[in-house]
């Protein structure tokens, strides 16, 4: 069970990841804001719930849907808007308005933008945490389509081979571009994936923040103790486009219809009030 303060806390960046992006959407929409856009819409629970799993001094590699990971660490969000303002106050000193950038002073790996390069590099830096004889834990993030790809399986695979401090989190929002997840993979489960490289696989309700967060706390506990990586599956729903120039006029209308009737964030208000 989450305690409240921590709860509190998950709502507060959840609520402030919808707010900041869907600005950048109007901003956007406008003409005010330059270069492509995307943004985590329904991705907010799972970028805070993993990320309020660690410690500052673990090492984060996220996506760049996961804006409530920098904003959990510390990136204000002014920092975002002098990004995309071409500003030299912002993290990359104003050469890249995308969530393609990293923090290292608060152990946030650059985003790669062929995903899942971040897989072996965050498997790198665990390698790096354990030779240095701390118990940091390095956590890695991909969507289902980047799955596909061979950095995944090689990163996958070496990490559970060497027992490293991992955590992969596949966020599986049903769709790689335009493409379905039917016709990504045929085994759609991608938690039960995870025992074919030897290490446990977890399946959890991506719009639910509490449940993901002790998805992560159990595999982060598992990684800081020596036991070696694991794997979570966090379902959900990429409601907006794979960039703000995207209609996504794939998506079924009634698939997106049942998925906007749950919104992360209000769902979190809601159980706030039961605790």
Known sequence: MVERDLAVRMFEVMALMRAT???????????????????????????????SALRPTDVLAPLHRDLGVHLWRGLEPWQVMASFMGKATSPTGGRDGTLHYGRLDLNILNPV????????????????????????VAMAYCGDGASSRGDFHEALNLAAVQQLPCVFVVENNQYAYSTP?????????FASKAVGYGMPGTQVDGIGVFAVHEAAAAAVARARAGDGPSLIEAVT?????????????????????TWAKRDPVEECA??????
């Open 113 to 136: 933008s062929h995903i899942p390069n971040n897989y072996p590099i965050a498997t790198g830096a665990a390698f790096a945490l354990r030779y240095r004889g701390t118990d940091g």
């Open 237 to 257: 729903m990429r409601m907006h486009g794979h960039a703000e120039h995207d209609p996504a006029d794939y998506v079924p209308a009634e698939l997106r219809e």
């Open 21 to 51: 992006e869907d600005r950048m959407v109007t901003m956007y929409r406008q003409g005010e804001l330059l270069g492509s856009l995307y943004t985590g819409h329904w991705h907010e629970a799972i970028a805070v719930g993993t990320a």
């Open 181 to 189: 997840l039917t016709l990504t993979t045929a085994a759609t489960d």
């Open 270 to 275: 809601a159980r706030l009030t039961e605790l």
